[in-house]
Nanobody, 122 residues
Framework: QVQLVESGGGLVQAGGSLRVSCAAS????????MGWFRQAPGKEREFVAA???????YYADFVKGRFTISRDNAKNTVYLQMNSLKPEDTAVYYC????????????????WGQGTQVTVSS
């Protein structure tokens, strides 16, 4: 079992930055691929970024060059650094863990956090 707890969400002005974190329980965190997804009101959940257990990263086209995913296996934590935020980035951000390789499909992930709200004002 892996438990995931997100933190770091909040309100930021357009053009600003925010870093959200996801702390994981369990001793096998380093073997999991981790992903960030988001869901805006009235919209479906969408893939944002993922990082493999070896550190390879993958991004949705709409965040390339603005967001950076990283992980610290010693701290059992994955991060999403978000820069140049736009109002359309407003959503609940979820982290997820997968016991296999990375995936852009949410249903492929085994564990989910409760989410953290990110609101970008114009």
């Amino acid at each position: 079992q892996v438990q995931l707890v997100e933190s770091g969400g909040g309100l930021v002005q357009a053009g600003g930055s925010l870093r959200v974190s996801c702390a994981a329980s369990g001793r096998t965190f380093s073997s999991y691929a981790m992903g960030w997804f988001r869901q805006a009101p009235g919209k479906e959940r969408e893939f944002v970024a993922a990082i493999s257990w070896t550190g390879n990263t993958y991004y949705a086209d709409f965040v390339k060059g603005r967001f950076t995913i990283s992980r610290d296996n010693a701290k059992n934590t994955v991060y999403l650094q978000m820069n140049s935020l736009k109002p359309e980035d407003t959503a609940v951000y979820y982290c997820a863990a997968r016991g296999r390789g990375t995936s852009r499909i949410g249903d492929d992930y085994d564990y989910w956090g409760q989410g953290t709200q990110v609101t970008v004002s114009s």
